[in-house]
């Protein structure tokens, strides 16, 4: 099979990005102008249609894109004129693009989950009633595509080097294993140093009376917790990145496959948090999946694509990645944690 080259150069498709992002920001503006223009808390089964949304749009997205790609692989003078190009080689391509979007996103979706778990903390920390965590994570996620599009961006620049990709692999492997033997350490918001340069800039309230970020008290302009618990929340999201993004790398050198597939997965973040929220706990063996999940796009990243002839099969990661995340999740409730009594306050 003939190597499969750039399919989707942002100086030929720059419109679909831009296409693209018309939509999210469609979809955000739909979810907050019309489904939250009032706070309230979001309820399991709100939570569960829209978690159903977000993940049905991100497969009709895969198919549309799978459909597109194929007809526009076959009337591409570019690809055409490439040596040992054949109709059922652009089907290949086609098919190839659209495990490629389902393995980043299953793998976004994977981690995404970690940062559940500090959803959880964080707003306990903060005292964040559930009416105002809507509002939060809403605002966080709009930040995170934000940085998101900044990092792959990078990556994209960055992976054309070899020496580049092996030192993400390590990193994610090094990361893995980090995570695998790391113990669970309680979170500390106060020591952030954003949060503290944030002290430093503007005083704070620690009162909640409403959904603002910021309030006028005494003729000034307060930070409200739920600014420092945004703050936070956005920190936490690009630590996370670090992770994620050399991670779908690690699948596709497709930009464009990167940001679509990391994108779908964060807008679906909120609804997730809102539907585990009150079991993410019971997940205590997912961290160990995640470490190997890590461990083996690392992997991929340093030895098992040149063990491959350059690429390792795409369905072969998907299953590995499904499996693995799967049998973490089953051995958490199969072997539940052992629950400690809480200490009086």
């Not at 605002?139 to 070899?162: D, K, N, P, T, V």
């Not at 970020?213 to 600014?227: E, Q």
């Not at 991929?300 to 072969?316: R, V």
């Amino acid at each position: 099979m003939t190597d499969m080259p750039i399919l989707f150069p942002w100086s030929e498709y720059w419109w679909v990005y831009f296409a693209f992002i018309g939509f999210v920001f469609a979809m955000l503006a739909l979810d907050l102008g019309v489904f939250h223009k009032n706070s309230h808390a979001v309820s399991m089964k709100e939570a569960s249609i829209w978690s159903v949304v977000w993940v049905g749009l991100a497969l009709l997205f895969n198919f549309g894109l799978h459909e597109y790609a194929h007809a526009e692989f076959l009337s591409s003078e570019r690809l055409r004129a490439i040596s040992g190009f054949t109709p059922e080689l652009a089907k290949q391509w086609a098919d190839q693009i659209s495990l490629e979007f389902l393995t980043g996103y299953v793998i976004e979706k994977s981690l995404s989950v970690d940062n559940l778990f500090v959803f959880v903390i964080v707003f306990q920390y903060f005292a964040i009633k559930p009416i105002y965590q809507h509002r939060i994570l809403f605002y966080g996620i709009l930040g995170a595509l934000i940085f998101r599009a900044i990092f792959i961006s990078i990556g994209s620049a960055l992976m054309q080097y070899e020496w580049i990709v092996m030192i993400f692999g390590v990193f994610l492997i090094v990361t893995g294993v980090k995570l695998a033997l790391s113990n669970n350490q309680e979170i500390e918001p106060e020591k952030n140093i954003l949060i503290r340069l944030l002290r430093k800039i503007m005083p704070v309230t620690t009162s909640i009376t409403g959904p603002e970020f910021l309030k006028k008290i005494d003729g000034r302009w307060v930070a409200t917790p739920l600014l420092l618990c945004l703050v936070f929340v956005e920190a936490t999201d690009i630590v996370f990145a670090v992770d994620s993004v050399p991670a779908i790398f690690a699948i596709t050198k497709e930009p464009l496959i990167v940001f679509t597939s990391n994108v779908f997965a964060i807008l679906g973040l909120r609804s997730l948090y809102f539907l585990l929220a009150n079991v993410v706990d019971k997940f205590h063996l997912l961290k160990y999946g995640l470490a190997v999940v890590l461990v083996f796009v690392g992997l991929k990243m340093t030895w098992l694509n040149h063990a491959f002839n350059g690429k390792f099969p795409i369905s072969w990661s998907l299953w590995i990645i499904f499996g693995v995340i799967g049998a973490s999740i089953a051995a958490s409730f199969a072997f539940p944690a052992k629950e400690h009594p809480k200490k009086p306050a």
